[in-house]
């Protein structure tokens, strides 16, 4: 898996010789600090803990990131590159890989910058530093899911703008199938449906079972959801794991997707 | 050595390439001439592993290009149409990013690097963003990529498009002289450069095979002796 590296690197430098890394990274951290500190009442809530810096990420990472995952594929095919690189001796696998790599190692840093809103929850309080180490952990790993996506946008397309768009709508979905006001807008349209008069009583708990069991199916495919008890501090398995999947699943469709693409 | 069998690109419904079977051995310089749009870019780029054939087969001394694409792609160099690079890499950098790919390493890595840079003439621009650098310079560039890890064959899209006449004489001194133990393919629409370094040439038309002879044997076949006019007329 050498090849991996040495893309990942030469991706990853690409980043920081032009000003995009700069801008993508101050931008990120305004806006953090302006969710964290103002919408997220950091010092009104007198509690020292980062809920109110990876509350608001998942929104944070449904704009930012796409900007960054956007010209991973479109701009190779963009300026023919794509070409170079796939003739060299690699696999497609490892060129996905590489380039995923060094998005999420630049969204990384730019994530570690936040770095003294955790200095300062320490200065002012006695915060779980295990918690919010978990909560970084998490929201490193989430980071990941979004880029994956992204990634596979992008190999759809040689517009960028295109990329970012359908990376900006398949990662709201995802994110906002787990919102509470979609879960309790779902729910309460199956209770509606449930509450039909011509329905028998059993169909009708049927109904309502049924709506609560798909309610809960979205929300269990939702980013959200499993941010959620991360970010409060409990890394479960099955929250990483469940990440995980959607970056692997997201890299294959890539590779799938490049490779179709010879064919065509 | 590079061969191809019934090489054939459809391109929902447009045939691009039609059944083209040919092969070339070490020590020749094989020219693939066409007008514009008779297939040779898409042909190269079928050998090269970037697009799939939709029937028939290529293959790199003696590697499938669709079942053993590393093996094929690591005795390959190839410069695409338009020698694409990464325009926000230095020169140095770029080539370093190739030789990690190649694998090269110790002493030949430093030996071959120092071989292309100096025989490109690329020392003056090495701490350069590509971006920044004139065609002649980018299309060299590409051609440093192509050659850095001394492949046994090459298949070069239009190597001398951009450069001056100068630069071209260097580019066609240069295939000669690694010609000898490589199996070559030049594509190329400057009928001159076939006489000059190809000791065979192809003429393709609408993605069919219209000719396949030394120069000298294609010159023969008209009664002006000129390629020009071999080249008009086969391919029409």
Redesign the interface.
Same mark, same amino acid.
């Given at each position: 898996m /050498?090849?991996v590296g #040495? #893309?990942t690197r030469?991706e990853l430098? &690409?980043y920081f010789?032009?000003p995009v890394a700069y801008v993508f990274i101050i931008i990120f951290l305004v806006f953090t600090g302006l969710c964290t500190f103002y919408l997220g009442g950091l010092f009104e809530r007198r509690q020292a803990d980062l809920l109110p810096l990876f509350k608001f990420l998942p929104w944070m990472y449904l704009f930012l990131v796409p900007a960054v995952s956007m010209r991973l594929w479109a701009e190779e095919h963009k300026?023919? &590159?794509i070409? +170079?690189l +796939? %003739?060299?001796? #690699? %696999?497609t696998w490892q060129a996905v890989v590489g380039k995923f790599l060094a998005a999420w190692i630049f969204v990384g840093i730019a994530l570690a910058l936040t770095f003294p809103t955790w200095i300062t929850v320490n200065v002012l309080g006695d915060p779980d530093n295990g918690a919010a180490l978990a909560g970084y952990i998490g929201a490193f790993i989430m980071a990941g899911a979004f880029l994956a996506v992204g990634s596979c946008m992008s190999a759809l397309t040689n517009n960028q703008v295109i990329a970012f768009v359908l990376a900006f709508v398949v990662c709201a979905l995802a994110t906002l199938a787990g919102y509470t006001l979609v879960t309790d807008w779902s729910r309460a349209l199956f209770t509606g449906i449930a509450s039909w008069s011509f329905w028998g009583e059993g169909m009708r708990e049927g109904i309502q079972s049924l709506g609560n069991l798909l309610t809960d199916g979205i929300a269990g495919l939702s980013f959200l959801t499993h941010f959620e008890n991360i970010m409060k501090g409990v890394l479960d398995l099955r929250d990483v794991l469940y990440f995980a999947l959607v970056i692997v699943f997201f890299l294959l469709a890539s590779t799938v997707l490049l490779d179709a693409r /010879? &064919? /065509? | 050595m590079i061969k191809t069998q019934n090489l054939t690109k459809n391109y929902q419904g447009l045939l691009a390439v039609d059944n083209l079977s040919f092969s070339a051995e070490p020590g020749e310089v094989l020219g693939f001439l066409g007008p514009n749009g008779a297939g040779k870019t898409t042909t190269m780029r079928m050998i090269a592993g970037f697009i799939a054939p939709t029937h028939g087969s290529a293959s790199i001394c003696g590697h499938d290009v669709a079942t053993e694409p590393l093996a094929a792609k690591s005795v390959l160099g190839y410069l695409p149409e338009g020698a694409p690079t990464y325009g926000e890499m230095t020169v140095a950098g770029f080539l370093d990013f190739i030789a990690d790919l190649r694998a090269l390493g110790g002493e030949h890595r430093k030996t071959r690097l120092d071989y292309v840079i100096g025989r490109l003439q690329l020392e003056p621009v090495l701490q350069q963003t590509i971006e920044t650098l004139s065609k002649g310079f980018k299309r060299r560039v590409g051609l440093a990529q192509a050659i850095v890890h001394d492949p046994k064959v090459l298949i070069l899209d239009e190597p001398t498009d951009g450069l001056d006449p100068m630069q071209k004489h260097e580019v066609r001194t240069l295939i000669g002289e690694i010609a000898r133990e490589k199996t070559i393919v030049i594509s190329t629409h400057i009928l001159e450069e076939v006489d000059a370094v190809c000791t065979r040439a192809i003429i393709i038309a609408r993605g069919k095979l219209v000719a396949d002879d030394t120069p000298a044997g294609l010159k023969s076949r008209a009664p002006s002796g000129r390629l020009e006019d071999v080249f008009r007329s086969v391919a029409a």
């Open positions: /050498k090849p #040495i #893309i030469r430098a &690409s010789a032009t300026t023919g &590159s070409e +170079l +796939l %003739t060299q001796p #690699i %696999t /010879k &064919s /065509k | -």
